[in-house]
């Protein structure tokens, strides 16, 4: 899995550790828990490293909205330049 990462994703980018705990209550207080909580911390990345939030999914826009997250949906076959 490493590997894959390694070779598919030069450049990344991680969340400041010092955001993260007021990051996640904010998102909890919100009533977002479970499984979107991975999403709250790719969130938080992008939002601190200034990035534009890239998605399939539709459905999460409005939450990225509320969030004040900058993001765009792309599609299936839709290729990403960086």
Do not use: C
């Not at 598919?8 to 993260?20: D, W, Y």
């Not at 938080?44 to 900058?70: C, F, K």
């Amino acid at each position: 899995m490493l590997r894959r990462v390694n070779a598919n994703f030069s450049a990344r980018e991680f969340p400041p550790t010092s955001g993260v705990a007021t990051f996640l209550t904010t998102r909890a207080n919100a009533g977002i828990a479970g499984g979107t909580v991975y999403d709250a911390l790719v969130e938080l990345t992008a939002s601190e490293n200034g990035l534009v939030l890239l998605t399939r999914d539709t459905q999460a826009i409005s939450e990225y909205n509320s969030m004040r997250i900058s993001s765009e949906v792309i599609h299936q076959n839709q290729s990403i330049s960086t």
